[in-house]
């Protein structure tokens, strides 16, 4: 019996393996795999990161070395008792992991299933972050939350949260000009409606470069 159950359970696990790749579009290549349940039905649910594979989207810098410039996207999927089905796909909604990141190193993107959303998160290290919450609406995921902070160091100059639920954004500039650590942050708030006829949905946005909510 046990042999028997772990026959079929290798066989599931090289299935699922071999179906996330069926999944990924010609010239791209599965660059991270998150899981985690997206419709809270118990079951594990699995993102892909994919990355482009264009050879000439790989130039050399200014120190002649190879920088890899194409873009990523996400696939989503669901789990249907052991078998995957898609439900949403975006394949260059992000920019690639070596672009030009100022006078910082560029925004770092990690993906979580947080509390049955998907979380995309941009870390700019010491400058701050902004945080994009989905959360499945029929076939597609739908941006329903935004935070963003900007930070010098440890100290939080701004931070905003909007809640496109509710239609709502808070707001809170510090004012306290003399902080240099954190904690010495003295915050005034406000709090603004928000202007949206219908929720934007994750397959919908070409460049998460250019959704600005800060204004």
């Known amino acids: 019996m046990l042999t028997v159950i772990l026959f079929l359970t290798t066989a599931i696990l090289g299935q699922t ?89 560029a925004p770092e993107l990690s993906i979580d299933i947080i509390k049955g959303n998907l979380s995309i998160h941009y870390g700019q290290g010491r400058y701050g972050f902004c945080r994009y919450t989905f959360r499945l609406h029929d076939s597609d995921f ?13 100290v939080v100059n701004r931070e905003i949260s909007i ?10 500039e510090n004012t306290n000009e003399n902080a240099t650590e954190e904690g010495e942050e003295v915050f005034k708030e406000a709090w603004e409606k928000v202007q949206i006829d219908k929720l934007i949905k994750l397959s919908d946005i070409k460049d998460f470069d250019k959704l600005d909510f800060n204004n």
């Open 17 to 105: 393996k071999q179906e996330l790749t069926n999944f990924v579009p010609k010239g791209f290549v599965i660059s991270e795999k998150i899981t985690g349940d997206l419709n809270k039905d118990g079951l594990t649910d699995c993102v892909l990161i994919i990355k482009g594979t264009d050879k000439k989207k790989i130039i050399k810098d200014e120190d002649s070395e190879e920088v890899d410039l194409n873009r990523r996207g996400i696939i989503i999927l669901l789990n249907k008792n052991n078998h995957y089905e898609l439900t949403t796909k975006n394949y260059n909604c992000f920019s690639s992991a070596n672009e030009d990141g100022g006078v910082y190193f």
């Open 142 to 154: 739908e941006l329903i939350g935004y935070d963003s902070s900007d930070d010098s160091g440890p």
């Open 163 to 172: 809640n496109f639920l509710t239609k709502k954004k808070q707001i809170k």
